[in-house]
C-alpha cells in the first residue's frame, strides 16, 4: 500500500524524461488514471504542434505543387511508420502486460515520437543556412 503510494506520487518525476519539463497536469496528477490522463494531454498536443509545423511547410511551398506532394507523401509514411512503432511496443493485445500504465505509458512514446517528427518539419520551414547546398 504505501510503496505503491509512493511510487505514484514519485512517477511524474519518473516520466518526465530526456529532460523535458511537463506541464502543470504532471505537478498535479496522484493516480495512475491522472497520469494516463495527462500522458493523453501530451500526445495531444505534440500532435497539434506537429499539424501546425506540417501546415507551415504546406504554406512555405505552395507555389511548388510537385514539392508539396512529396511533403504529403513522407508525412503520410512517417504516420503510418509511427503507429508501427508505437503498436510494437504497446499494441492493445499486450496491455494486461503493462497494467494499468500502458495508456501512460503509450501516450508519452506517441508524444516523443510526434515531438522529433516536428522538429525534422521545423528544419522543412527553417530558411536554409547560407552556403548549405544539400536543402533547397
Request: one cysteine or more.
Amino acid at each position: 500500500g504505501a510503496l505503491l503510494v509512493l511510487n505514484i506520487v514519485r512517477l511524474p518525476t519518473l516520466v518526465r524524461g530526456e529532460g523535458k519539463e511537463r506541464g502543470p497536469c504532471w505537478d498535479s496528477a496522484m493516480t495512475q488514471k491522472a497520469l494516463n490522463d495527462c500522458a493523453a494531454q501530451d500526445a495531444y498536443q505534440a500532435d497539434l504542434e506537429m499539424s501546425t509545423v506540417f501546415d507551415r511547410a504546406l504554406t512555405k511551398y505552395a507555389e511548388d505543387p510537385a514539392k508539396v506532394a512529396r511533403i504529403k507523401k513522407a508525412q503520410e509514411a512517417w504516420l503510418a511508420f509511427r503507429d508501427a512503432e508505437v503498436d510494437a511496443y504497446y499494441a492493445a493485445s499486450d496491455r494486461r502486460d503493462h497494467g494499468s500504465v500502458w495508456p501512460m505509458c503509450k501516450g508519452l512514446e506517441l508524444a516523443r515520437l510526434t515531438a522529433d517528427r516536428t522538429r525534422q518539419l521545423e528544419r522543412i520551414v527553417e530558411d536554409e543556412p547560407e552556403g548549405d547546398v544539400c536543402r533547397d
